[in-house]
Nanobody, 126 residues
Framework: QVQLVESGGGSVQAGGSLRLSCAAS????????MGWIRQAPGKEREGVVA????????YYADSVKGRFTISRDNAKNTLYLQMNSLKPEDTAMYYC???????????????????WGQGTQVTVSS
């Protein structure tokens, strides 16, 4: 098990930027898939980006490619999501998630994860 705590959400205008952080309670680089999953009101959870253990290339959802960037600071056990050129449709609760029972194919899916943070709200106004 790993505990996850997100921060960095807020309200911005379209075109703006935010950086989300996810602090993990243990070292995750070698053993955990890590992902950012979002859920807008009335919609299902949507995988935004995920990263496989050991540093393979991240997998981005088409809706965020070129705008969002995942990164990590292994010394701090912290995962980041830099979000640029934000759009109103990016408005959602953003969750950090972790799993040891994932594959490169499934890691973008919310069902691949069994460790979740509490979420941080991102609101983008037009």
């Amino acid at each position: 098990q790993v505990q996850l705590v997100e921060s960095g959400g807020g309200s911005v205008q379209a075109g703006g930027s935010l950086r989300l952080s996810c602090a993990a309670s243990r070292y995750t680089y070698n053993n955990y898939c890590m992902g950012w999953i979002r859920q807008a009101p009335g919609k299902e959870r949507e995988g935004v980006v995920a990263i496989y253990p050991g540093g393979m290339s991240p997998y981005y959802a088409d809706s965020v490619k070129g705008r969002f960037t995942i990164s990590r600071d292994n010394a701090k056990n912290t995962l980041y999501l830099q979000m640029n050129s934000l759009k109103p449709e990016d408005t959602a609760m953003y969750y950090c998630a972790a799993s040891t029972g994932c594959s490169y194919i499934t890691m973008i899916r919310s069902y691949a994860y069994n460790n979740w943070g509490q979420g941080t709200q991102v609101t983008v106004s037009s």
